[in-house]
């Protein structure tokens, strides 16, 4: 059971257009959501993050857009730039006691043509 | 400061043999986690320590694949009799904190193709 599922599975956007991510989550008692971007041949890194208390972050030409009644999160890149072409992957925060566990979704790759 | 480190990068194996995965976490971080990335999928969590302890190894086929960290600092896993279906990239993080606002670093992977 998937429990954070991402929208498109893959996205084209030309340079300097804004592309928007979906993302969404199953279980209510998640309560932070890191975002890791990925590229080939590399690990993920963390990019940018939103607690449920938040209903925005911002980072730059990055924002997280949160709705928790909704259970959905959605990533904003402004004047996108063909650096920006990676793969990008919403995960959640599961604490279960003393025991805290990511999960991630299965990502968007994200192309940003010239 | 170095990153996290893997070795080896790539393997190849044919099923039924048993290959090992290294781990040289950030220095002074004191968590580490086992992550297997299949193709075009997210990261899934294997295993993770707080300094030599398993905190949670549920996701672990314990029948095949092991996990240490004996000192609390380099880690190693370990398949013993590889499947295809194994067949991903086995991604290595560690955090300096504990809880859900750690900040977790990924080495760079091992792609792990077993025919």
């Known amino acids: ?114 | 400061e170095a990153g996290v480190t893997q070795s080896p990068r790539y393997a190849v194996l044919q099923e039924g043999q048993a290959v090992s995965f290294w781990c040289d976490p950030i220095s002074g971080h004191d968590t580490l986690y086992w992550y297997q990335q299949p193709r075009d999928q997210g990261p899934q969590l294997l295993v993770y320590f707080r300094d030599e302890a398993v905190i949670d190894n549920s996701q672990l086929p314990s029948d095949r694949f092991s996990a240490v960290r004996p000192k609390g600092t380099n880690s190693t896993l370990k398949i013993q009799s590889a499947k295809q279906g194994d067949t991903a990239t086995y991604l290595c993080a560690s955090s300096s904190d504990w809880g859900i606002y750690a900040e977790q670093f990924f080495g760079p992977g091992t792609r792990l193709t077993v025919l």
Request: charged share 20%; hydrophobic share 30%.
């Open chain 1, 1 to 114: 059971q998937q429990q954070v599922r991402q929208s498109p599975q893959s996205l084209t956007v030309w340079e300097g257009e804004t592309a928007i991510l979906n993302c969404s989550y199953e279980d209510s008692t998640f309560n932070y959501f890191p975002w890791y971007q990925q590229f080939p041949g590399e690990g993920p890194a963390l990019l940018i993050s939103i607690s449920s208390v938040s209903d925005k972050k911002e980072d730059g030409r990055f924002t997280i857009f949160f709705n928790k009644r909704e259970k959905k999160l959605s990533l904003h890149i402004t004047d996108s730039q063909p650096g920006d072409s990676a793969t990008y992957f919403c995960a959640a925060f599961l604490s279960g006691g003393s025991n805290y566990k990511l999960t991630f979704g299965k990502g968007t790759l994200l192309t940003v043509t010239p």
